[in-house]
């Protein structure tokens, strides 16, 4: 039993999270958050000095805003994608984008997590480690799923309702 508390509190078992965030105060937040939560936590503020760090820090998981200058998080989903990195990054969208077909648009382009702001630190802490437990498997199929989800939910709310008239 105290072996196993050891290997809890022991740094090299830290999940290491990769915060991206252009708001001081939210970014300040989130990493205190995650760092009482037992992850090993860098914050950045934009999407440019993210695609310089990822390869050097190797996050397990990444957090990103998507609406950030001069790179922006989509940017960064881009690149990701581009670079095939193996194993895929599990990246946690983070913004205040609230559209469906924004959230549709994070997860085609690799998100396999997406949370509006405000969002309570506790859930996403709750989420991040929800997401680590899962395999490479079970996280592209959760992405999979969330796809199909959000474009059934758009065609319904932009499908033409029976007692409307179409021109």
Known sequence: MLEEVKQTYNTENKSKILVVEDDAAILQVLCVFL???????????????????????????????????????????????????????PVLVLTALTQLTEQVHGFEEGAVEYMTKPAQPS??????????????????????????????????VYAPQPDEFVY
């Open 35 to 89: 760092e009482f939560a037992e992850f090993e936590v860098l914050g950045l503020s934009n999407g440019e000095e993210a695609i310089h760090v990822i390869p050097e820090f190797c996050p397990h998981l990444i957090v990103l805003d998507l609406m950030m200058q001069p790179v922006s998080g989509f940017e960064v989903l881009d690149w990701l994608r581009a670079n095939r990195i193996t194993p895929p990054l």
């Open 123 to 156: 859930a996403l802490v709750e989420r991040i480690r929800s997401i680590l437990s899962l395999s490479v498997e079970e996280r592209t199929l959760l992405r999979q799923k969330r796809i199909d989800e959000q474009r059934r939910v758009v065609e319904r």
